[in-house]
T-cell receptor, first 116, second 112 residues
Framework: EAGVAQSPRYKIIEKRQSVAFWCNPISGHATLYWYQQILGQGPKLLIQFQNNGVVDDSQLPKDRFSAERLKGVDSTLKIQPAKLEDSAVYLC??????????????FGPGTRLTVL | AQSVTQLGSHVSVSEGALVLLRCNYSSSVPPYLFWYVQYPNQGLQLLLKYTSAATLVKGINGFEAEFKKSETSFHLTKPSAHMSDAAEYFCAVSVNTDKLIFGTGTRLQVFP
């Protein structure tokens, strides 16, 4: 079974530029998560989708971050404009069951973003 | 609110020695607890999870963890470290949902 795919793996941009990350979850997984992992810290949930609907985006900085999951499969996370403090690894994860099941989350390899 | 505290950002052991990574949680209701491992330039991989069944949980790669409610702890252990165990380990908690709250991680170094 193929794992969670993410691209690009690395991205370097200058502050105030925009950037987008892509995630393809494991086939059939209903729930998709985006996490931000700043160096030296644990991952922090940014947004959670159940199929193509948003379940939780309370930690998403909505003035600059946006995310969508069209057709309940792939997802994109966008930052516009980027700030220096957005430098981090952005992890995508998926889980097979419905929200609230405490099922195992499967993580992708992440996208390492550097903002100069 | 739920939280986890991982004591020790770095742990070093010799190959063959006992591995002990500490995790304490805070939760007002019975939690679900997880240990994830992250190898360099890779995503997180689930090692084991506690979901209110047996308090001693066995995971992959010879790791296990014991849920101790009285101590609010969920420490990760392995009897004999291997060089391939060198990685970052994260403890996480969730309560009644699938929202994970992670600790800050412990980097394990294994010396020959």
């Amino acid at each position: 079974e193929a794992g969670v795919a993410q691209s690009p793996r690395y991205k370097i941009i200058e502050k105030r530029q925009s950037v987008a990350f892509w995630c393809n979850p494991i086939s059939g997984h209903a729930t998709l998560y985006w996490y931000q992992q700043i160096l030296g810290q644990g991952p922090k949930l940014l947004i959670q989708f159940q199929n193509n609907g948003v379940v939780d985006d309370s930690q998403l900085p909505k003035d600059r971050f946006s995310a969508e999951r069209l057709k309940g499969v792939d997802s994109t996370l966008k930052i516009q404009p980027a700030k220096l403090e957005d430098s981090a690894v952005y992890l995508c994860a998926s889980s097979p069951r419905r929200t609230g099941s405490t099922d195992t989350q499967y993580f992708g390899p992440g996208t390492r973003l550097t903002v100069l | 609110a739920q939280s986890v505290t991982q004591l020790g950002s770095h742990v070093s052991v010799s190959e063959g020695a006992l591995v002990l990574l500490r995790c304490n949680y805070s939760s007002s209701v019975p939690p679900y607890l997880f240990w994830y491992v992250q190898y360099p330039n890779q995503g997180l991989q689930l090692l084991l999870k506690y979901t209110s069944a047996a308090t001693l949980v066995k995971g992959i790669n010879g790791f296990e963890a014991e849920f101790k409610k009285s101590e609010t702890s969920f420490h990760l252990t392995k009897p004999s470290a291997h060089m391939s165990d060198a990685a970052e380990y994260f403890c996480a908690v969730s309560v009644n949902t699938d929202k994970l709250i992670f600790g800050t991680g412990t980097r394990l170094q294994v010396f020959p």
